[in-house]
């Protein structure tokens, strides 16, 4: 058992209002967010096409986008899948990643305030990392994490056989 579920409801209820009060993050911060971001997502020219193939009804996914950013901002509890199950046969690698935070990152600068912003980037590097680390083990690469990379922007990889 977790500490957050060893405390219960009215344990999840406090940590919630305590991120809320020190970040101004709220339900309808988070949708704001998932909706506009996923409007560029859905626009963009390399991303766009990957979520078209595989996104047939869109506010059921924003809807569980938005439970999902809650879970993980807030700490709600609202999201209740298996995110890395879900991505792991995507035709992506590190680039698609970096667009994607790029995207994100921008995206939050315009909707969020500062505290906000930076409460959902450490989130959302961590969770790119997490997929793109759990994809590229999948697919038979191994890719240098995030932050160790080359300056040059360049992918360091390792392609394994077997």
Same mark, same amino acid.
């Given at each position: 058992m977790s500490d957050l579920e060893a405390g219960g409801p009215e344990r999840r209820a406090r940590?919630?209002?305590?991120?809320?009060?020190?970040?101004?993050?709220d339900e309808p911060m988070i949708e704001r967010l998932?909706?506009?971001?996923?409007?560029?997502?859905?626009?963009? +020219?390399?991303?766009?096409?990957? !979520?078209?193939? @595989?996104?047939?009804d869109w506010e059921h996914h924003i809807a569980k986008l938005c439970a999902f950013w809650s879970s993980v901002v807030l700490m709600t509890g609202r999201y209740h899948g298996q995110p890395m199950r879900m991505h792991?046969?995507?035709p992506v690698s590190g680039a698609h990643f970096d667009r994607w935070l790029e995207l994100f990152?921008?995206?939050?600068?315009?909707?969020?305030? +500062?505290?906000?912003?930076?409460? !959902?980037?450490? @989130?959302?590097?961590?969770?790119?990392?997490?997929?793109?680390?759990?994809?590229?083990t999948t697919q038979g690469r191994i890719d240098a994490p995030r932050h160790l990379r080359s300056q040059?922007?360049?992918?360091?990889?390792?392609?394994?056989?077997?």
């Open positions: 940590i919630t209002a305590d991120i809320m009060a020190e970040t101004g993050i998932v909706r506009l971001f996923y409007q560029r997502i859905q626009a963009e +020219p390399v991303l766009g096409p990957i !979520f078209a193939t @595989r996104v047939t792991m046969d995507l990152e921008g995206t939050v600068a315009e909707v969020c305030p +500062p505290a906000a912003a930076a409460h !959902f980037m450490e @989130r959302a590097r961590r969770i790119a990392d997490s997929l793109e680390l759990g994809i590229a040059s922007g360049q992918l360091s990889g390792v392609v394994c056989s077997g």
